[in-house]
């Protein structure tokens, strides 16, 4: 069976603050997608949950990526939900929703998509991950680690399914343009794109003979906006096992824990905290950064799960380096390397203070 998963997401309101998605959003989106979706046939099994501030949709159909009826479904989803949010006040109520009217895709309009259609195996091992502050490029080390690096996955070397690598696909997200290249024979030149944050995300993973391995949320909402509308908070899937890496080489990706920019107004570098569902809240400083991730057994399209994978003991440790490192950045207050490079804070609201400063300016 030829199934789709989509996992689109969205900011349509929380609280205090951007802390996180209150019940009250989360169903309201059950209610939609049930009736709108699993009663109708047009979805076969969903799952809503949060990651902080973002409401993620977990669905599953045979409608193939990029089809109209889904995203609509979706965009109708959270437009319901945030006229609950405005009706209560709730923070930033519709802020992710940046277009009026539905044009056929939900891709340019404000929420984040992440899709895959593959024929589902005997035994098809599904893992979701959604972080909230920061921006997709969050995923290019960890997508590099799982795919390219025998260090992480030891798959690469000693199983001959895994043998021959992956091919990545990059975006150029200034230029809007793609490049394909293959692991391991191009690592050098991956790892010259992916590890420049501002500027180039991993998009998709793909097998040598064409499976589709993972995919990323790439949209960028200062791009769609012109203006700073908080941070992209990207989504990601990953298929696992026989023949793609394991569900722990998966895991064992998110265990340094890497520094991604985002945190406090977009504008902060911080660690990436993986957490529980229950934790996934940031609250110091509107953060640190995080992820969830959830695994899932996929039969006929039907999600049975989901195991909460970071509440795991093993990440315990992970949590309390980030922490340290967390402690460490902070002391730098409004200093890089705790805030982001110049470049990077072209969309946040900088440019507003430093315009007013500049008639205060001498030559010399
Ligand atoms: C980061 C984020 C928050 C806000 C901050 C200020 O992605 O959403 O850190 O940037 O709380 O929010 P406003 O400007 O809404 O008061
Ligand atoms: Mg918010
Ligand atoms: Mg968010």
Not at 107 to 123: H, L, Q, V, Y
Request: hydrophobic fraction near 40%; include cysteine.
């Amino acid at each position: 069976m030829r199934v789709t998963v989509s996992l689109i997401k969205a900011d349509v309101g929380s609280y205090p603050g951007h802390v996180r998605v209150p019940k009250e959003i989360i169903s309201s989106c059950n209610d939609y997608l049930t009736d709108n979706g699993t009663k109708k046939g047009l979805l076969i099994d969903f799952m809503v949950f949060n990651c902080g501030d973002d409401v993620e949709l977990l669905m599953t159909h045979e409608k193939g990526v990029d089809s109209k009826e889904i995203h609509e479904l979706a965009w109708n989803c959270f437009l319901e939900a945030a006229e609950i949010a405005k009706e209560r006040g709730f923070y930033g109520a519709g802020q992710d929703l940046l277009k009026d009217a539905f044009s056929g895709n939900i891709r340019g309009m404000g929420p984040g998509i992440a899709e895959m259609s593959f024929e589902e195996r005997k035994s098809e091992p599904l893992l979701v991950f959604a972080c909230d502050k920061t921006s997709p490029s969050a995923f290019n080390l960890p997508m590099y680690r799982i795919f390219g690096d025998p260090f992480n996955t030891p798959g690469l070397v000693i199983d001959p399914k895994l043998n021959q690598g992956f091919r990545f696909e990059v975006m150029d997200i200034k230029e809007n343009k793609k490049v394909i290249l293959d692991l391991p024979e191009e690592t050098y030149q991956l790892l010259a794109l992916i590890g420049n944050y501002s500027r180039y995300s991993v998009k998709r993973v793909y097998r040598k003979d064409g499976e589709i391995a993972a995919v990323i949320s790439t949209e960028k909402l200062s791009l769609i906006a012109g203006e700073y509308v908080g941070k992209d908070d990207p989504v990601a899937i990953v298929r696992a096992q026989s023949g793609f890496p394991a569900v722990g080489e998966v895991l064992e990706a998110f265990t340094i824990p890497h520094i991604v920019p985002g945190w406090m107004r977009g504008s902060h570098w911080g660690p990436l905290l993986p957490v529980s569902l229950k934790d996934a809240r940031p609250t110091r400083f509107d953060g640190p950064p995080r992820i969830v991730g959830l695994g899932f057994q996929l039969r006929r399209g039907e999600l049975y799960g989901p195991e909460d994978l970071f509440s795991d003991i093993a990440f315990q440790e992970i949590r309390r380096k980030a922490m340290e490192i967390s402690d460490y950045l902070r002391r730098h207050g409004p200093f890089e390397p705790q805030r982001l490079p110049e470049e990077e804070m072209e969309y946040t609201n900088l440019p507003k203070v430093l315009e007013k400063l500049r008639e205060k300016f001498e030559e010399l």
